[in-house]
């Protein structure tokens, strides 16, 4: 069983030198979801799921460093026959070195994922990936090639799995006068292609933010956003929805207010509407506060972020 963030967050880094040294972009968020998700005969809830999160962007010259955290926990019970606790740890941290029009770069994530739910065939799941590629940068293009090594441990009640391989990454992204960023890329895991596609708007009233991962097995698409009613409170909303190749499916819908407490810092509250497979149905409702600084730029995003947010397992699948 597991259950993702709706909005969660991505690292979309450029190598593009800034006007002047220091932190470009900084964010921090921190939320917390309640509700509950049944079917015929089972009824489920999930208790106080926490997320934290930050990310940071950091220029020094011709050196861009970047990192980001991200901190989930979640208490699952459903009619007493699957209880568990469910904690995932996502870091990453990469820098890069702007010559000119070019640059290279290197970064690395660790994924950790474990379960205490007795369902669950792995227990104790743990994804590292290295990465180091060189892009060319120029007028808001970025476009680039690398290699990256991933390595899978899982552990559970009697059965281990041990992958390890390494293989070549492309990727590329385009940031407009306008305020939308697009860009994308593409890469191979145990013989399966996974390919990203990710977008960005920021204008006037408008911000949205566009995600789409898919590989052989199921694909996962997220659009998500809001519309300022005035200089203070904005209207959120969005959908996501994870799908396999064999006809499962979860959708998740989300709609409430975002209120700006201060400069850079924002208060949330929304509903949220969940229909899953096997005929579960459920509801929830969250808090959240974030605080952000600079825009997001684009460029290589990581694999084991792209997995993180894309291709991690839906909740529910006893």
């Known amino acids: 069983m597991h259950i993702k963030t709706l909005t969660p967050v991505i690292a979309l880094l450029a190598a593009t030198p800034a006007l002047a040294d220091g932190i470009t972009h900084l964010s921090l968020g921190a939320t917390v979801l309640n509700g509950e998700i049944d079917r015929p005969g089972l009824e489920g809830d999930f208790d106080d799921q926490r997320n934290l999160s930050g990310e940071f962007v ?33 870091f990453e941290l990469g820098g890069e070195y702007s010559f000119g029009e070019f640059a290279l770069g290197a970064n690395m994530t660790r994924n950790d994922f474990d379960t205490s739910d007795p369902s669950s065939n792995f227990t104790d799941n743990q994804i590292t990936t290295a990465t180091v590629y060189g892009q060319y940068q120029r007028d808001g293009l970025i476009a680039g090639l690398g290699f990256f090594n991933f390595d899978l441990t899982s552990t559970g009640p009697g059965r281990r799995s041990d992958f390890d391989e390494t293989n070549p990454i492309i990727f590329a992204s385009y940031e407009m006068d306008n305020g939308l ?23 006037g009233l408008i911000d949205v933010t566009f995600d789409f991962v898919d590989n052989d097995d199921e694909t996962y698409t997220s659009l998500s956003g809001g519309y300022d009613l005035n200089p203070k409170f904005a209207i959120i909303g969005g959908i996501s929805n994870t799908n396999t190749k064999g006809g499962d499916g979860t959708t998740q819908t989300f709609l409430g207010g975002r209120y700006l407490v201060a400069e850079g810092v924002s208060a949330e509250i929304a509903y949220h509407k969940i229909d899953a497979f096997n005929q579960f149905d459920g509801d929830a409702i969250s808090f959240g506060l974030t605080y952000e600084i600079g825009r997001r730029k684009g460029g290589i995003q990581s694999v084991g972020k792209t997995l993180s947010t894309g291709l991690a397992s839906p909740f529910f699948t006893y």
């Open 58 to 90: 950091y220029q020094l010259g011709a050196i861009t460093a970047y990192g980001s955290l991200v901190l989930d926990r979640a208490d699952f019970n459903a009619n007493s026959r699957a209880n568990g606790v469910n904690d995932e740890r996502l």
């Open 181 to 203: 960023l697009v860009g994308g890329g593409a890469f191979e895991i145990n013989s399966n292609t996974y390919s990203y596609l990710f977008g960005d708007y920021e204008a």
